[in-house]
């Protein structure tokens, strides 16, 4: 099974663009799509996006003229951008795969707290 490992700064400023790196390990990886996710605190998980094995992006439709998710399979990796971000984007952000809805492998989770 992978592993998924988020990693970025914890902090960011308002009007700043948030970026993210989740770097995958591991077995082989069969799934159909990365995708990114988040938890802001007292919440729900919130859906992102993703960028599926093809190189196809889909984003939430309510954060998505402000979000881009990329890959790098020469690094295994895939990355998040949040940009005009504020104090509402505070959360804990996850990387996640998945087949199809079904997200079979987490990482940890990373805090991002946005404030001047």
């Known amino acids: 099974q992978v592993q998924l490992q988020e990693s970025g700064p914890g902090l960011v400023k308002p009007s700043q663009t948030l970026s993210l790196t989740c770097t995958v390990s591991g077995g082989s990886d069969t799934y159909y799509a990365s995708n990114w996710i988040r938890q802001p605190p007292g919440k729900g998980l919130e859906w992102m996006g993703r960028i599926t094995y093809d190189g196809r992006t889909y984003y939430s439709p309510s954060l998505k003229s402000r979000t881009w998710i990329s890959r790098d399979t020469s690094k295994n990796q895939f990355s998040l951008q949040l940009s005009s971000v504020t104090p509402e984007d505070t959360a804990v952000y996850y990387c996640?795969?998945?087949?199809?809805?079904?997200?079979?492998?987490w990482g940890q989770g990373t805090q991002v707290t946005v404030s001047s």
């Open positions: 996640a795969k998945s087949s199809s809805w079904y997200f079979g492998s």
